[in-house]
């Protein structure tokens, strides 16, 4: 199978690529621009895999060069990362969002449509849902986000759900939660150029940077210790339920909605003391005003994943804080 994973480069999408490339059955081509990702990411995915792919520095802004490369290579699958994803940036730079994540988008639809392509995995987001009117958040919540990052995402799954009503594609779209952790090999993880604004990455910006504290936003929320609940998918889970993914399409539909997650949350100081505690670290933090864009809680429900996927959860958060850490040792980004 000839699958091309766009943002390759990146935190999920490289994780993905190693996964892939462990089936020889799988013909794996990567397209990143290096704008938020290391080409060293690259190399490392053949370290990890000992395993040959097609690479291209492409921007998917760039529709010409993107033509060109669908017109040498032959695509069956497309699994789409490449897009920008930070919820505060969105709202300082909303129309560099708009513009990078949907015109990329179409572009890439257009070069699918082009060359017979029709299957699509979308890499969405738990924001589309923006303020949940219950808890845990269906695939039927109503789609209602906060912030551009998120309304980026919901313009993105309607332009896929209109073509796959018109017969043109069929896609699966992926709402995750909050990914954390890395690979075990300590080669890949997330370590993105632009200043991080997920947990994690904080965290461990802060200890590198030797900052006197973590900046935790919003003291006043309605949770059990008054700061912001998230659930945490641990990578190794979240590239597993792609693989799945990939399956379903020998099945007849026309689109599938499934979101990702555990199905249980963690608060801001309930994952920093387990951080703490696994890596035998101390962090000191201080408390600000909420960000705009954020909300006080988000929890999955784990149902039609199960169902449709027959997906589990196999890693912990515990694991993926102890991964993410060693992951920055290895590499001296401490």
Do not use: W
């Not at 994973?5 to 799988?26: C, E, F, Q």
């Not at 704008?35 to 802004?61: P, V, Y």
């Not at 935790?216 to 339920?241: C, F, M, P, Q, S």
């Amino acid at each position: 199978m000839n699958i091309l994973i766009t943002g390759g480069a990146g935190y999920i999408g490289s994780h993905l690529a190693v996964d892939l490339l462990k089936s020889r059955k799988n013909k794996i081509f990567i397209i990143d621009s290096f704008i938020n990702s290391h080409f060293k990411t690259i190399i490392n995915i053949k370290k990890i895999t000992k395993r040959n792919f097609i690479f291209a520095k492409i921007d998917l802004l760039k529709k010409k060069k993107l033509d060109l490369f669908f017109f040498k290579n032959k695509i069956n699958i497309v699994i789409h990362f490449a897009g920008l994803k930070s919820i505060s940036e969105s709202e300082t730079k909303p129309l560099n969002y708009l513009n990078t994540n949907i015109i990329s988008t179409l572009n890439l639809l257009s070069c699918m449509s082009k060359y017979s392509v029709r299957k699509i995995i979308f890499s969405s987001t738990a924001a589309v849902y923006g303020i949940p009117n219950y808890l845990p958040i269906d695939e039927k919540h109503l789609i209602k986000p906060i912030n551009t990052y998120g309304k980026s995402k919901e313009i993105i799954e309607n332009i896929l759900i209109n073509l796959c009503n018109h017969n043109k594609i069929k896609t699966v779209i992926l709402r995750y939660f909050n990914p954390v952790g890395v690979h075990k090999s300590g080669l890949i993880g997330e370590n993105p150029k632009n200043i991080p604004q997920n947990l994690m990455p904080v965290i461990l910006n802060i200890i590198s940077k030797n900052t006197s504290h973590l900046k935790i936003y919003g003291k006043d929320y309605k949770t059990k210790d008054k700061t912001a609940e998230r659930d945490y998918i641990h990578i190794n889970d979240l590239v597993r339920a792609h693989i799945k993914s990939i399956k379903l399409f020998s099945k007849n539909f026309s689109y599938q909605i499934i979101n990702v997650g555990t199905g249980r949350v963690y608060s801001v100081l309930e994952f920093l003391n387990i951080f703490q505690k696994v890596n035998n670290l101390k962090i000191n933090y201080k408390f600000y005003p909420r960000r705009k864009g954020d909300v006080e809680k988000l929890l999955n429900d784990i149902k039609l994943s199960k169902k449709i996927l027959k997906f589990k959860i196999r890693n912990s958060l515990e694991q993926a804080c102890v991964s993410a850490y060693n992951y920055f040792m290895k590499n001296n980004l401490l």
